[in-house]
């Protein structure tokens, strides 16, 4: 069955690190998204990358960063300059870049904790 | 700017109730595009419908229904005879004029937690 594998599904992370959080699909779409989802709050727009090797940033890319380098693929490190990462972050994709009409498709997600 | 609210924090009601999710969205574009997304314990989100800011007829879907009111820019989700499967965090989410360099740009509304109790 086709869809978005994220891992692993509890991450935590120590002062100072980095940790780098897994996405991978197999729907054959070009355009891919990270999310962060805090209690209460609705999803907010980390990164975003509609081709391979091209990505954009979204509304909090600061302290995050990602790649592109297969067209499966669009893991997100979220990098020691990121004071507040818990939280719990959802990758998704869609198969048109651009299409405002598009209906996203979403991992299972993956909670990071501090220590 | 482009606003989504669901001022409904957290709903519980018991089996078998009707129940409505309230969703008020704000945007300048003339056009736009709604969804409902379903969020159950295992995490991912499910999609669950879509409108376009042309289409204001309401829609059915088995014991799912929404009402899309333009004059009240609102879009709002009623379960009809709930169930505990029903019971997820579900999130509406407006896609507009906002189109962030090819891809879509969609705001998110804050969730609403429904729990259904058998």
């Known amino acids: 069955d086709g869809g978005i594998t994220q891992s692993p599904k509890y991450l935590f992370r120590k002062e100072g690190q980095n940790v780098t959080l897994s996405c991978e699909q197999n729907l054959n779409h070009d355009a891919m998204y990270w999310y962060r989802q805090d209690p209460g709050q609705g999803l907010r727009l980390i990164y975003y990358?509609?081709?391979?090797?091209?990505?954009q940033k979204g509304d909090i890319a600061e302290g995050y960063s990602v790649s592109r380098e297969k067209k499966e693929s669009f893991p997100l490190t979220v990098t020691s300059a990121q004071k507040n990462p818990t939280a719990f972050y959802l990758c998704a994709s869609s198969a048109r870049p651009g299409g405002r009409d598009e209906k996203l498709f979403f991992g299972s997600g993956t909670q990071l904790s501090v220590l | 700017a482009q606003k989504v609210t669901q001022a409904q924090t957290e709903i519980s009601v018991v089996e078998k109730e009707d129940v409505t999710l309230d969703c008020v969205y704000e945007?300048?574009?003339?056009?736009?595009?709604l969804f409902w997304y379903k969020q159950p314990p295992s995490g991912e989100l499910v999609f669950l419908i879509r409108r376009n800011s042309f289409d204001e007829q309401n829609e059915i879907s088995g014991r799912y229904s929404w009402n899309f009111q333009k004059s009240t820019s609102s879009f709002n989700f009623t379960i009809t005879a709930s169930q505990v499967v029903d019971s997820a965090v579900y999130f509406c989410a407006l896609s507009g004029g906002g189109v962030i360099q090819g891809a879509q740009k969609l705001v998110f509304g804050q969730g609403t937690r429904l729990t259904i109790n058998p």
């Open positions: 990358s509609q081709i391979v090797n091209d990505f």
């Open positions: 945007t300048r574009d003339t056009t736009y595009y």
